[in-house]
């Protein structure tokens, strides 16, 4: 119980150094160009890799298949220009919502994802240009915090989401005047949820498993 305590301790300290970083990140960002903000409306489709790993001193076997693990996102994004040229920063806040199934089980996790991304823009030719962006991000949960069901072996199943995570997340794409088309790939810190499994027999924990998910996305950004 104590190792338990200490360990929820420790993952809830990190996520408190991840905001305060966060947030010290945003505040120096926008600073220098409050006046030069350009608004967009960012959208896209999610391609998610869910993985289960085990937690120390579990014993597991391979009794769950991850399938059609897919999703959305739209929100408004605001780039701010650098004094530096060719440099800005982004903000967004964008809704997310990324689908998967766990052996029957269908899983949405619905979510706002704040993004803070240094960003550098390439000129290529007078109608079209190149950006590469990376930086931080933090995700609150605003669906489900868990799923239940039983399988035919009588072991009741809960998909357990984490209130908030932190990760970071890096990018590449093309502009086409108030257009532009990318992908962005994230990585989280820590785990997305837990997966724990009861035996309603035996009235017992056998089984958890950490899950993480890393996603890969194709992002269409419309500037006003």
Excluded at 64 to 74: E, R
Excluded at 103 to 123: F, H, M, Q
Excluded at 166 to 177: E, I, P
């Amino acid at each position: 119980m104590k190792e338990s305590n200490h360990s929820a301790i420790h993952m809830e300290g990190r996520r408190l150094k991840g905001l305060f970083a966060f947030l010290l990140f945003c505040t120096i960002a926008v600073t220098p160009a409050r006046a030069q903000l350009q608004v967009a409306l960012r959208t896209g489709l999610n391609m998610s890799d869910t993985k289960l790993r085990n937690l120390p001193q579990t014993t597991v076997g391979d009794l769950f298949s991850l399938n059609g693990q897919d999703g959305y996102f739209i929100g408004p994004v605001l780039h701010i220009p650098l004094p530096v040229t060719s440099l800005g920063i982004e903000v967004g806040a964008l809704y997310d919502v990324r689908r998967t199934e766990i052996n029957t089980k269908d899983i949405s996790l619905k979510s706002i994802v704040i993004p803070a991304n240094a960003r550098l823009d390439i000129k290529l030719l007078s109608f079209l240009g190149a950006y590469l962006s990376a930086g931080p991000e933090l995700s609150f949960n605003i669906g489900h915090t868990g799923f239940t069901w039983t399988d035919s072996q009588q072991i009741r199943n809960t998909f357990r989401v984490q209130s908030s995570s932190f990760g970071f997340n890096a990018g590449a794409g093309l502009r086409f005047s108030n257009m532009e088309c990318g992908a962005v790939y994230h990585i989280p810190v820590g785990r997305t949820a837990d997966l724990i499994s009861l035996s309603e027999t035996m009235n017992q924990i056998y089984e958890v498993r950490s899950a993480t998910t890393n996603t890969w996305q194709i992002v269409l950004t419309w500037y006003f």
